[in-house]
């Protein structure tokens, strides 16, 4: 009864908005949106084949090298600049201003510097993503308990070791908040990139369906690209869980008393 | 580092950490210092042939252009273009967020009931809306406006709903035996604990609604400076085009800037700013 009870709060909106979806359709055909059966049967034919390979998968291959390279840069610049207060001072109004940079302006320039090719669209997606990685970083280090660092200090506790088993750990919360921020700005940035200059890719093929006016195909695409940030996000929780048990755990144990 | 050395040196460092606001640079020397020398590097790179000057052209070129723009009437057009898509589709997306946040977070049942879809609808990308909105509005204003209305929603959306959750039960319970109707118990039980959460929610808000309209000017071609952007760049028009980038990061900075202002004022009799000010 309990479980099926769970099962009605977790489908039965969605039902109801498919089904609500399926009878404004099903009456009289409209253009612009396409019935539910149909869309499926789109979306299997479009997806499902040769383009998997040529537009799909490559896409995600640089949304993911995009991704992980600005997260394991903005760790790594964000530690160095997070742990040296003059160095923090001096380039804060600079970082300041490239993370409120909306990042789609930076695939013209890249256009230009890189020209068009992968390397464009990875480096696009790296120049949007390191910024909340990187700051958060700074932010992360600069707010540790001053009590922890005393300790690790008296306790001789230096270099490497100090980083790996101190300060990361303590950062960790604020350093997963921007990756979290960071992998929606990539995706959006995916698919611009491959909407502004590109001749393959998902976001192409979206927009060249939309030319086309191939309106069920359009929808299947959106369809896709959502498929992809619902997974992302499930993906980073499930890292997030992992990462951040003992934060979890320190957090309940903490609002009990 | 020795045992031996291991008191004097910290005893330093307290001294210098108090010392640090009369002696040593100020934090905007050090800061201007940064801007100085990140404008340094740029002018040089060019200069060296690191990179091609018709790529990218020198600082002092960009910032000749951007304050031309400033003179120019089509330049304050296109910024209040992108600032009115800006403003109107924060403006919508907040107050349906709010609205709906509201309604949903104060029924445990609608809460249960609606999570698996929120869930799923929130972290479709927004940029997935281009097509459907190119095809439905065309280059008109409404495209940028479904592509905002659409991404700053959710932020708001789960921003409220934490705060509703977060709502003292005893409060809640006490409100609810004086005979607090719905509306007084939304006004002064729920909101006062929601607004901080709901500051947050509008603050993340405000930049991602900055990043669409620039999105949706740069690609659909709806009016805006991120319009401008894109014809800069394919009329070769190089410096003007970063100049214009330069003002949209500016227009970033400000938003992040006053957003802070805001939050800070509206919540001037919350603990968590009270605190932050005495610290």
């Not at chain 1, 320039?109 to 990187?134: E, F, T």
């Not at chain 2, 403003?87 to 609205?99: C, E, K, P």
């Amino acid at each position: 009864m309990k479980i099926l009870k769970s099962f009605g709060y977790l489908l039965g909106l969605p039902l109801i908005l498919l089904a609500w979806w399926w009878l404004a359709t099903s009456g009289a055909p409209n253009f612009f949106v396409p019935t539910p059966a149909k869309l499926l049967t789109t979306f299997v034919e479009t997806w499902f084949g040769e383009r998997m390979l040529t537009d799909v998968l490559p896409s995600i291959m640089r949304l993911v090298v995009g991704v992980l390279a600005a997260i394991v840069l903005g760790i790594v610049l964000g530690l160095a600049v997070g742990l040296n207060r003059t160095l923090r001072a001096v380039t804060e109004p600079v970082f300041e201003f490239f993370r409120a940079l909306p990042p789609p302006v930076l695939v013209p320039v890249l256009m230009l510097l890189v020209g068009i090719n992968d390397g464009m669209k990875v480096a696009v997606i790296i120049s949007g993503c390191i910024w909340p990685v990187l700051l958060n970083t700074i932010e992360g280090v600069r707010s540790i308990d001053p009590v922890q660092n005393e300790t690790s200090r008296s306790y001789g506790i230096t270099g490497f070791s100090r980083i790996r088993y101190q300060i990361l750990p303590s950062a960790t919360p604020t350093i997963m908040a921007g990756v979290r921020q960071a992998l929606s700005i990539g995706l959006i940035l995916m698919v611009i990139s491959e909407m502004f200059a590109s001749s393959s890719g998902l976001g192409f093929t979206i927009v060249q369906f939309q030319r086309s006016f191939a309106v069920p195909e359009m929808w299947s695409g959106i369809v896709v690209l959502g498929l992809i940030g619902v997974a992302l996000s499930f993906i980073f929780q499930w890292v997030q869980r992992r990462v951040l048990r003992w934060y979890h755990g320190l957090k309940e144990v903490e609002n009990a008393v | 580092m020795t045992q031996a050395t291991e008191p004097s040196t910290r005893a330093a460092a307290k001294a210098k950490a108090s010392r640090l606001p009369s002696k040593g640079l100020p934090k905007w020397v050090l800061g201007l210092i940064g801007i100085v020398v990140f404008l340094g590097f740029w002018e040089l790179m060019p200069a060296l042939g690191v990179v091609q000057a018709k790529y990218l052209p020198p600082a002092s070129e960009v910032i000749a252009a951007l304050a031309t723009d400033l003179g120019l009437t089509a330049f304050w057009v296109a910024v209040g273009d992108t600032m009115a898509a800006w403003a109107i589709g924060l403006a919508i997306a907040v107050a349906a967020a709010l609205v709906l946040g509201l309604v949903i977070g104060m029924s445990p049942f609608l809460r249960r009931f609606t999570n698996s879809t929120i869930e799923f609808l929130r972290p479709i990308p927004s940029v997935a809306l281009i097509p459907l909105a190119v095809l439905l509005f065309g280059i008109k204003i409404e495209s940028s406006l479904l592509l905002i209305v659409y991404a700053c929603f959710w932020q708001v959306l789960i921003q409220v709903l934490y705060g509703v959750a977060d709502v003292d039960n005893v409060a809640m319970q006490t409100a609810r035996s004086y005979g607090f109707s719905y509306a007084q118990r939304v006004r002064d039980v729920v909101f006062p604990t929601m607004l901080p959460y709901l500051m947050t929610g509008i603050r993340l808000a405000a930049s991602v609604a900055l990043i669409l309209a620039i999105t949706a000017e740069l690609l659909i071609g709806s009016p805006g400076l991120g319009k401008e952007i894109a014809l800069a760049q394919s009329g070769g028009a190089i410096s003007g085009m970063y100049a214009l980038i330069l003002a949209t990061g500016f227009l970033g900075v400000a938003i992040n800037g006053v957003t802070r202002v805001v939050e800070k004022r509206v919540l001037s009799w919350h603990p968590s700013v009270r605190g932050e000010a005495t610290a």
